[in-house]
């Protein structure tokens, strides 16, 4: 009843993202999905109605008549869905974009019960950062490690919350991430934080479903009816001289909220108390630009990145991949007052040789100092760089900025982990080198990467395209899986090196946290910060692909002392990145590039490591594939089960009569028992969540969802009834 209580009230409310903590050893959430259509309304008639914005920022209802639209009252903004203030579909997760906050203890079980109600769309939820050790059919990638879930269907993921830090959940299906299927998943270490976590999530915006703009890449095998692919010379390019996207930038939301053309929607404001220090949680969970992050006249001081602490570095602004995560702190020491926070991609004009032009992409929040009054616009400005205090930007993915812009980079490969690392044996040491970049589309090494038809997790024979021996010089669509063995220090030397670069990439390594020990730069020009060749620390053999590549000779230096540990990291344009991990987790790791066009293009390939240890699967475990109908029927009589859904055969012993009933006797007993303890358990553990729960947590989910001013008790009492 409270289930079906909950699909109803569903309809008829929405919220901004809200925290949901748990520091029992076992935690259990559920998540529903559903579409819904920002700048709406839902009346306490139950009807939706468009809301409009007014010069004060007020949103206004408008309701539809006979003779056109009439005013209606003016509504709380937190009962509307705003986005950028523009109309148009969203996927909400119990009723919140983005997604509740999850915060869970070191080392707990999580159990996390999806509830499709998307109605005509599958789904998944893949937990970014979470190790899945044992369960690598908990990931959540469609057709690697489950089977989508159906609509009005649910899944439930079962899985060990390690390691530590700031992680994410999101959609790994099409480009349900991009609509606001995505939230923050905050793994404890010790305690329960005493300050708030402060999720602060990028995304990139646009005015339809990114699927229709997704479908429209000249290498996509189905073009669709979008028109957002710019022509090459059209799109934008940073000054380094480097693609930033082939869909052209529109607008963009810090924690579900922005503003376009300069209208007045609401944006997001966080509080700082005057002379206290905030910790964010800075995560890029959009689709395509990198955004530079910085607050006015503040700076941030990172302490974390992908949830892994580093030693603390001071900077004016962080540059954010989709993918990334940093925790930074600021501290609220300025005059009291409203302060903007920015995230700004890195437009410089057009072109690869950049024809500037005055144009900026910018989306803003706003840090507000407890006692400045609310609800006013910022009138800072954006920090100067002089040669006396230069700006300090994390995560360059080039060499330098130009000449007398005053600014330094702080690259990734300088930031020093809090963890030790020992330098592994050589000999124990398996090194792979994977050349990302754009030769037939986005692909790797030459593969554009085809999407298995049964997951990989149902084993052998699986329904996958081989690679061909041929891909790496001609290229081509396979599946493309390279397996490493277990108990190895695996090294990968990541490439964006040939005539298939011009773009940074973003790489995301699921089942894994790994060491960066070094970056490759190109040659730049410094006055300008353009490219000019492509680094020559690797030889790529005379082949302008750059698919069989090697050291050009010795290897360079990698740095083993405390080197940073992240899931996602950017490999430079014309450079490299070496990542390492010692293999301990069987399973199939998706290995992909975050930008999203990047991967639903194919840059993504399979790390399939130790094939003969996989843990088998949880009984029942649903499957899908092709059906054509022509398979050899099974004879009368027969006793075997074709086993390709566990994929192994399975054969069923025939038995006699009186076997039969004493088994059917014996279980029958067995699962009354197991029943009745199942209930006794389940009673005391809900019992003991219920007390913990209520003590650690202001909002627990149910409060959520029933809330005063989004559903009128007249509708509650409605729905107990017909229950
Ligand atoms: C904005 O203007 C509308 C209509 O003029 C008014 O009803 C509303 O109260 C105003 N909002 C604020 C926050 O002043
Ligand atoms: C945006 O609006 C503000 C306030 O109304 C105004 O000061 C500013 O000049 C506008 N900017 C643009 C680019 O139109
Ligand atoms: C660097 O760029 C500047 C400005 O375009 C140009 O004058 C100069 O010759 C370039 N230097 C090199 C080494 O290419
Ligand atoms: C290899 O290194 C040498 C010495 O630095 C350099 O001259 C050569 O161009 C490099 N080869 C490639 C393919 O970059
Ligand atoms: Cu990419």
Not at 85 to 109: C, H, K, S
Request: aromatic share 10%.
């Amino acid at each position: 009843m409270n289930l079906l209580r909950t699909l109803i009230l569903t309809w008829i409310c929405v919220s901004m993202a809200t925290a949901e903590m748990c520091t029992d050893d076992v935690c259990e959430f559920t998540l529903v999905v559903r579409r819904a259509r920002t700048m709406t309304h839902t009346g306490s008639d139950g009807m939706v109605h468009g809301v409009e914005i007014l010069k004060n920022g007020s949103l206004q209802n408008k309701y539809v008549v006979f003779s056109g639209d009439i005013d209606g009252p003016i509504v709380p903004v937190e009962e509307t869905i705003t986005a950028d203030g523009v109309q148009r579909n969203v996927i909400l997760l119990n009723d919140q974009f983005p997604g509740p906050t999850l915060e869970v203890m070191e080392g707990a079980q999580v159990v996390v019960t999806v509830v499709n109600n998307l109605m005509r769309e599958a789904t998944s939820l893949h937990f970014h950062g979470m190790y899945m050790r044992g369960v690598p059919y908990m990931d959540g990638v469609p057709y690697v490690t489950q089977c989508p879930i159906l609509p009005m269907h649910s899944f439930t993921y079962r899985f060990k919350a390690e390691p530590a830090g700031t992680n994410w959940y999101h959609s790994h299906l099409g480009s349900q991430k991009e609509e606001g299927l995505y939230g923050a998943f905050i793994v404890h270490k010790n305690s329960m934080a005493s300050t708030p976590s402060l999720p602060m999530f990028l995304q990139d915006w646009w005015h339809e479903d990114f699927n229709t703009i997704d479908v429209d890449s000249a290498f996509m095998p189905n073009k669709g009816p979008g028109r957002y692919f710019d022509a090459w010379q059209d799109r934008g390019f940073s000054f380094d001289g480097n693609e930033l996207s082939s869909v052209s930038f529109k607008s963009a939301l810090i924690n579900g909220r922005g503003r376009y053309n300069n209208n007045s929607a609401p944006l997001t404001t966080f509080e700082v108390p005057p002379g206290e220090t905030l910790r964010f949680r800075l995560i890029h969970a959009g689709a395509e630009y990198t955004f530079r992050v910085s607050i006015d006249a503040h700076s941030m001081t990172v302490v974390a990145n992908d949830g892994h602490d580093v030693e603390p570095v001071q900077v004016q602004s962080i540059l954010v991949f989709p993918g990334e995560s940093y925790d930074f702190e600021v501290v609220g020491d300025q005059p009291s007052g409203n302060y903007w926070i920015r995230a700004q991609t890195l437009w410089a004009g057009k072109g690869p040789d950049v024809e500037p032009e005055d144009r900026l992409q910018e989306v803003k929040a706003i840090l507000a100092y407890d006692n400045a009054p609310a609800d006013e616009d910022p009138m800072t400005t954006m920090q100067t760089c002089t040669e006396n205090s230069p700006c300090r930007v994390l995560n360059c993915p080039f060499p330098a900025f130009p000449q007398g812009s005053n600014t330094e980079c702080v690259y990734i490969s300088d930031l020093s982990s809090v963890e030790e690392y020992s330098m592994p044996d050589e000999s124990e040491t398996e090194e792979y080198f994977f050349n990302f970049g754009y030769q037939i589309g986005s692909s790797v090494n030459g593969r554009k990467f085809a999407t298995p038809k049964m997951p990989l997790v149902f084993k052998t024979p699986y329904d996958i395209t081989p690679c061909e021996a041929t891909c790496e010089t001609d290229g081509c669509k396979c599946t493309y899986m390279a397996e490493v063995p277990l108990g190895k220090t695996i090294r990968f030397v990541l490439m964006n090196l040939g005539i298939g670069s011009g773009g940074h990439h973003v790489i995301h390594l699921h089942g894994y946290d790994f060491r960066v020990l070094a970056m490759g730069f190109p040659d730049y020009n410094e006055t300008t910060g353009r490219w000019i060749s492509q680094n020559a620390d690797i030889d790529c053999w005379n082949d302008n692909k750059c698919n069989m590549a090697s050291w050009n000779g010795t290897r360079p230096n990698l740095n083993f002392n405390k080197p940073p540990i992240r899931d996602t990291v950017v490999i430079p344009s014309r450079g490299y990145t070496v990542i390492e991990f010692r293999s301990n987790n069987p399973g199939f790791w998706l290995f992909h590039c975050h930008q999203t066009t990047h991967m639903n293009e194919g840059m993504s390939m399979i790390i399939a490591e130790a094939l003969d240890k996989l843990p088998a699967l949880p009984y029942g475990f649903p499957t899908c594939g092709d059906f054509t109908g022509t398979e050899k029927p099974r004879s009368e009589g027969s006793d075997e089960i074709t086993g390709a859904a566990m994929g192994q055969s399975v054969t069923v012993v025939e038995l006699g009569y009186t076997q039969l009933i004493i088994i059917i006797v014996i279980s029958a007993a067995l699962s009354a028992t197991i029943a009745l303890v199942t209930v006794g358990i389940y009673n005391a553990r809900a019992n003991k969540n219920k007390t913990s729960e209520t003590q650690a947590t202001p909002q627990r989910q149910e409060d959520t969802v029933p809330r005063q001013d989004c559903a009128s008790s007249l509708q509650e009492d409605a729905v107990e009834d017909t229950v």
